[in-house]
């Protein structure tokens, strides 16, 4: 398979019933690089059997954990993933389509999909949900935002996409850790 010239960056934080379905999606992808927060499970240990790009970081603040996981690509073009997340074969399709050429945009917006079990979340403003999360490497990041719990991108050339990330339980999983 012709592997898509794109880092796929993935933070992780104890995921360790989740990663192995997220890397699964994307082995498309010429480079994966997984950013973990000192897990205490098997995380790490998972995410060596699809990469040798794992690196292990206390996370501070989530926007300057990210910006530091992207200064770690090789490629000129990074997707932002979570763990909890996998990129259906559609936009696996979608992507190594865009990549034929070098993409004009400097940012590219993907919908999420999010479910709870087997349940989409499809009304309410859960769908399409579209995030910037494909982007030029490092060329658009608010570097001036950085204290900011989330990472911000100076928005300039944006394409949407069609097709999805699947994001289980993210729902289940917001409530446990407010528990």
């Not at 796929?8 to 999606?25: D, P, Q, R």
């Not at 763990?83 to 400097?106: H, I, M, N």
């Not at 910037?132 to 949407?160: A, C, E, G, Y």
């Amino acid at each position: 398979m012709q592997k898509v010239p794109v880092t796929v960056a993935v933070i992780t934080k104890n995921e360790e019933n989740k990663i192995a379905k997220c890397l699964e999606s994307l082995k498309w992808a010429d480079e994966i690089i997984v950013l973990d927060d000192e897990s205490l499970d098997k995380t790490v240990e998972i995410a060596k059997r699809y990469t040798d790009r794992v690196v292990t970081k206390k996370m501070e603040v989530e926007g300057k954990h990210r910006n530091y996981a992207y200064s770690l690509a090789r490629n000129n073009w990074v997707l932002s993933l979570d763990a909890d997340e996998v990129v259906s074969d559609g936009l696996r399709a979608e992507l190594t389509e865009l990549f034929k050429t070098e993409p004009k945009d400097a940012a590219i917006t993907i919908p999420i999909k999010t479910f709870i079990g087997d349940y989409w979340i499809r009304y309410g403003g859960w769908y399409p949900a579209s995030k910037v999360r494909l982007f030029r490497n490092l060329s658009r990041i608010d570097t001036q935002h950085q204290s900011r719990k989330h990472q911000r991108l100076v928005r300039n050339s944006i394409t949407l996409f069609k097709l999805f990330v699947v994001c289980q339980d993210r729902i289940v999983n917001s409530l446990l850790l407010e528990s």
